[in-house]
C-alpha cells in the first residue's frame, strides 16, 4: 500500500522555536507539496519540489522554509515558530508522468497538528 | 484567474437522505482535471475521483455520483443514501496543463450525517 507518512501526528513548540516537519513518501514520486490547513481558509500550499535539491514557493512561504535532499524526504522548516503558525500541515506527493504531473492526483499523509504558544 | 469555489461551508442531513456537494470553478486553460477528496475525521485527504476537461461523462461509483458541466463551470458530487461514514470534509480541485505546478483546491464542505 502507497504511504506518506509525517513524523509526528501532535506537536507543541514554543514561540522562537526552530521546527522541523518531516515527511517521508514511498512511491517514488517526484512530486512532493507542503500545504497548512486551517478552518475556513482551506488548504494552502506552502512549498513544493518537483525534483530533489529543487523548491518552489507556494502562495505562503513566509516564515517557512523546505528541503530536499532525498527523492523520498521533504522537510519543512519553521525557522522561528511563531503563534499564527499554529495550523494542521499536510504533506502530499505525486507522480509525473510524461513530463506532466496536472493529471495525477496527490496523495496525502495524515497531517501534523502544530501549535505553538 | 484560477478559483474554485465550494459555496456549502457545512451540510447537514439524516441519514439515508441524498445530498449533492457543490462545486464551481473558473479557468481560461482549455486542458484541465477537476478532482474530488474526502477528508474523515482521522485528517487524512483521500482521493475519490479526478475527470479531464474532454470527458464530461458523468460517473458513478455505489452511492457517489458525479455530474460534469462545462456549461456552468460545476463538478458537483453527489451521496446517495447517505451514511454516517459519508461525514468528513469534502474538497474539489482544479488542476490546469498551463499551471502544471499548482493545485487549486476550494475551501472544502463539512458534511455531517446525522443518525
Known amino acids: 500500500d502507497v504511504k506518506v507518512t509525517q513524523s509526528s501526528r501532535y506537536l507543541v513548540k514554543r514561540t522562537g522555536e526552530k521546527v522541523f516537519l518531516e515527511c517521508v513518501q514511498d512511491?517514488?514520486?517526484?512530486?512532493m507539496f507542503w500545504y497548512r490547513q486551517d478552518p475556513g481558509l482551506g488548504l494552502r500550499l506552502i512549498y513544493f519540489s518537483y525534483d530533489v535539491k529543487m523548491k518552489e514557493k507556494g502562495d505562503i512561504p513566509e516564515g517557512y522554509s523546505v528541503s530536499r535532499e532525498k527523492k523520498e524526504r521533504f522537510s519543512l522548516i519553521l525557522e522561528s515558530a511563531s503563534t499564527n503558525q499554529t495550523s494542521m500541515y499536510l504533506c502530499?506527493?505525486?507522480?509525473?508522468?510524461?513530463?506532466?504531473?496536472?493529471?495525477?492526483?496527490?496523495?496525502f499523509g495524515n497531517g501534523t497538528r502544530l501549535t505553538v504558544t | 484567474a484560477q478559483k474554485v469555489t465550494q459555496a456549502q461551508t457545512e451540510i447537514s442531513v439524516v441519514e439515508k437522505e441524498d445530498v449533492t456537494l457543490d462545486c464551481v470553478y473558473e479557468t481560461r486553460d482549455t486542458t484541465y482535471y477537476l478532482f474530488w477528496y474526502k477528508q474523515p475525521p482521522s485528517g487524512e485527504l483521500v482521493f475519490l475521483i479526478r475527470r479531464n476537461s474532454f470527458d464530461e461523462q458523468n460517473e458513478i461509483s455505489g452511492r457517489y455520483s458525479w455530474n460534469f458541466q462545462k456549461s456552468t463551470s460545476s463538478f458537483n458530487f453527489t451521496i446517495t443514501a447517505s451514511q454516517v461514514v459519508d461525514s468528513a470534509v469534502y474538497f474539489c480541485?482544479?488542476?490546469?496543463?498551463?499551471?502544471?505546478?499548482?493545485?487549486?483546491f476550494g475551501k472544502g464542505t463539512r458534511l455531517h450525517i446525522l443518525p
Open positions: 512511491m517514488d514520486h517526484e512530486n
Open positions: 480541485a482544479l488542476s490546469e496543463r498551463n499551471r502544471d505546478d499548482k493545485i487549486i
Open positions: 502530499a506527493s505525486s507522480p509525473r508522468t510524461g513530463g506532466s504531473s496536472y493529471n495525477s492526483p496527490l496523495h
